[in-house]
């Protein structure tokens, strides 16, 4: 096999088109590099998604709001896979990996899936030639003969230089000041239960001094999460202005990011604030156990264990920051969207052999 020419990879996602998060960004950033690199890269997904993808990288919508067992969905898959004739199918979460595993062998010569998060199985994968886990919690969660651990990475060319903290204002301020310097605490992702916005709120009105908290995004969860602030009184305390699509000068001004999630595959929100030296508190979810000091983790997923770590962390918010300094580090040269597609180019062609 030529091992530099150019591949035929076939990206294919199935999430509902109804949100943009942390898989259908992966998607996106890996599509693109690849295209950049040469490779004739096809995204296969919900229509709702074409225009997020630029011209160099060719788009095919599916009907992946059918069941998984849809005959006109598997009907759809499969020609759109004659057409574009791939070197590589490369299938993104559970529903899109059975999909894959549903194809015909000779529609596609190497069937990879990437598995985003923890699920009670992961049977979908067995079918797949290789398996890709986005963290080690995750991979030591796979049965798979031949899983590799990837984790997801973030282009460094829009992580500019933090923006002067509050922190020096803190210093410079005295007793005798009478305005407060604001705490901005913020927090990002779905709407979902899974994201535990829901503890999060319980927190935050049984800190030692209640800060403001902005959490950015949509979902489903929004009219629990609207009554929750109102029955404990925290309009002024707790805002939910939307999704945002620019997070990262958020984190460039930010005091403190917080991750309240049940479970993570890994985390986009952890390595995009650290990459902009914004500390993070968390969970004890993949992404944060392996990158945080134990000092950032709350001991378990209840409102009065996260309440804690963030009282802790708010009260000596420059202490904070240095004792994530090796994690802000780190970030910078082993997450970046470069090592992750050399890592997934590397694995294409290895199995390919």
């Known amino acids: 096999m030529n091992r530099s020419r150019p591949l035929t990879i076939a990206l294919l996602f199935a999430t509902p088109g109804t949100g943009w998060g942390g898989m259908e960004k992966h998607v996106f950033d890996l599509g693109l590099e690849l295209a950049r690199r040469g490779h004739s890269v096809h995204v296969m997904a919900h229509g709702s998604y074409r225009a997020r993808f630029p011209a160099e990288v060719h788009f095919h919508p599916l009907p992946v709001e059918c069941s998984r067992l849809n005959p006109w969905l598997r ?4 020609q759109c896979l004659r057409r574009i004739k791939p070197d590589v199918l490369h299938a993104h979460g559970n529903k899109a990996a059975q999909l894959s595993g549903q194809t015909p062998l000779g529609l596609a010569p190497l069937r990879v899936g990437t598995v985003h998060g923890i699920k ?7 079918r797949q030639d290789a398996v890709i886990a986005v963290s080690p919690r995750v991979f030591e969660n796979l049965e798979h003969g031949n899983k590799h651990l990837i ?21 410079s301020a005295t007793a005798t000041d009478d305005a407060a310097v604001p705490t901005r605490c913020i927090s990002a992702g779905r709407l979902e239960a899974v994201k535990g916005f829901h503890t999060l709120i319980e927190a935050w009105s049984k800190l030692a001094q209640p800060e403001q908290l902005t959490i950015y995004g949509e979902g489903s969860e929004r009219p629990r999460l ?40 890994f985390s986009y929100v952890l390595i995009e604030a650290l990459a902009a030296g914004c500390p993070v508190v968390s969970t004890p979810v993949a992404g944060p156990v ?21 009282d802790q962390a708010l009260s000596d918010l420059p202490r904070t920051r240095q004792a994530q300094t090796p994690a802000m580090q780190r970030i910078k040269t082993a997450f970046t ?4 597609v050399d890592s997934m180019e590397r694995l294409y062609r290895e199995a390919m052999t």
Not at 243 to 248: F, G, H, K, R
């Open 75 to 78: 009907f759809a898959l499969r």
């Open 120 to 126: 009670k199985s992961h049977k979908a994968f067995l």
């Open 151 to 171: 984790y997801n990475g973030i282009a460094m060319d829009d992580v500019s230089e933090r923006a002067p903290c509050s922190d020096d204002y803190r210093a």
């Open 226 to 265: 609207e009554r929750l602030i109102d029955t404990l009184n925290l309009h002024n305390k707790v805002t939910l202005p939307g999704y945002c699509e620019d997070l990262q000068s958020l984190y460039r001004h930010a005091d403190l990011t917080i991750i309240s999630s049940e479970r993570e595959g």
């Open 290 to 310: 392996e990158l945080l000091p134990q000092s950032a983790l709350s001991h378990d997923g209840s409102a009065e264990s996260l309440r804690a770590v963030i």
């Open 337 to 340: 969207i470069e090592a992750m």
